[in-house]
């Protein structure tokens, strides 16, 4: 609901399915051996609201928390468990201290989102890998400046039957418990935090990176690189737990320095750290960086049953047709990013913007451009690093979607091929990629601007 009070249907609904739960925690510290938990109940009214939510606190006297957007994290999460099952499922997470944290649900698909402000997480690299009741996996990492996110997959409706944090039952700390119960899908309508995806701005890093804001013929060429997946959303997992998000951030930054030592270009990036940004989001940073041309960097991965006969880089333009069935699968995967990060996108929304978009970048030169870029990318690529077996593809990728510059996404390789996987994580094999992407960068804009 665009602002706003709930409307009647909204209010009727809240009062049917499990609603948002915030918990806050702190205690006494003379009084810990003696404290048990106090809660108390109060509405909370999500600023734009689409159901009323309920909150849940436990009371404190301590000295207040600091800014929840400073650097230094309030909390760290150390360990995790998912236990029961599919009648009852417990999630339990380990803080160093308590912090204020919001819980809700998502569905399409079905999700508990748990948001805990300041908290860097410490956890094993395989948590939440293996389904356990309710629960088939789930995800953590920064989603915000200050807000980290864990995202629960469910494998079907849950309502949210109790949330509460208390004292660790030996040494310090504190343990978030939720318990999941599942409730048929009329019940759960469409999920607890719907209309919630705009009252949290997502992480944006271009700001303090100013290019033009209107050009002319002296103007240096702009170029937009986009390492993609980041904080909560980590991309690929590959042998020996390779991060895709790790490794093309990178192999961005690679890329960046070899650009920038050049003179030749602004450079823009739409991460240089590890924090999620959203696919719209990244669109607009093109947008307003007036990009001439945008590079979007990942890697892939494939089942386990391919995994070690499959390898070698890709590079995909815009198509509203794939160019095949693996290169539309991979396009799902890669749109599928704000959903695995907990965004609640809505069924249909951008149709039409993207039926109008895409015929009228077939009409454009944009087009034709990053077309032209693509054969000169992999050229490029083809000299310095294994390619797959059709290595120029084209897909519906949305990150693509722009009428202001050419555009690519090049998937360096398989992350699931453990040689593969080997190779991306040595510094000389970045440098080798990075320097194949400069080169290619260098020779595209050298005969554009070559005089007739």
Do not use: C
């Amino acid at each position: 609901m665009p602002g706003g009070f709930p409307s009647p249907l909204d209010q009727r609904r809240a009062a049917a399915v499990a609603m948002a739960t915030a918990v806050a925690l702190a205690w006494v510290a003379p009084a810990l051996a003696s404290t048990a938990s106090h809660p108390a109940h109060a509405p909370f009214l999500n600023p734009r609201p689409a159901v009323l939510l309920a909150q849940t606190v436990v009371e404190k006297n301590t000295a207040r928390e600091t800014d929840t957007h400073s650097r230094a994290p309030l909390s760290q999460a150390t360990a995790i468990d998912v236990l029961g099952d599919k009648q009852s499922t417990l999630i339990q997470l380990s803080l160093s201290r308590g912090v204020t944290t919001e819980i809700y649900t998502l569905a399409n698909p079905y999700r508990v989102i748990v948001d805990l402000p300041g908290v860097d997480f410490q956890l094993p690299a395989d948590a939440g890998r293996d389904p356990r009741g309710l629960v088939s996996a789930f995800r953590y990492g920064q989603f915000d400046e200050g807000k980290a996110r864990i995202v629960l997959d469910t494998n079907g409706p849950v309502a949210i039957a109790k949330a509460a944090m208390t004292k660790a039952r030996s040494g310090p700390g504190v343990v978030l418990t939720i318990e999941l119960n599942p409730t048929g899908s009329a019940a759960f309508g469409e999920g607890t935090g719907g209309g919630r995806q705009s009252t949290a701005p997502i992480a944006t890093e271009s700001e303090p990176q100013k290019a033009p804001t209107s050009k002319t013929p002296e103007s240096k060429a702009v170029i937009v690189i986009d390492p993609g997946h980041g904080g909560i959303d980590p991309g690929a997992v590959g042998a020996g737990n390779l991060l895709e998000k790790n490794l093309v951030l990178s192999v961005s930054k690679r890329v960046q320095a070899q650009l920038e030592q050049t003179g030749n270009y602004d450079i823009v990036m739409t991460r240089t750290r590890d924090v999620f940004i959203s696919l719209n989001e990244r669109l607009k940073i093109s947008r307003k960086a007036e990009a001439d041309l945008f590079i979007s960097i990942h890697a892939d991965s494939i089942e386990q049953t391919y995994a070690q006969s499959i390898k070698g880089a890709t590079v995909y333009t815009l198509s509203e047709r794939a160019s095949d069935a693996e290169a539309r699968a991979i396009a799902e995967k890669e749109n599928a990013s704000d959903l695995i990060a907990g965004l609640d996108v809505a069924k249909g929304e951008e149709n039409d913007d993207v039926k109008n978009i895409l015929i009228d970048l077939m009409k454009r030169e944009t087009a034709n451009f990053s077309a032209e870029f693509s054969r000169t990318l992999v050229r490029s690529l083809k000299s310095k690093i294994s390619l797959s077996r059709d290595p120029e593809r084209a897909a519906a990728f949305k990150v693509l979607r722009q009428t202001h510059a050419p555009s690519v996404l090049v998937e360096l390789g398989y992350v699931s091929n453990a040689e593969e996987s080997r190779q991306m994580q040595s510094a000389d094999w970045q440098e080798k990629v990075a320097k194949s992407i400069s080169n290619a960068i260098n020779a595209y804009f050298s005969k554009r601007t070559a005089a007739p």
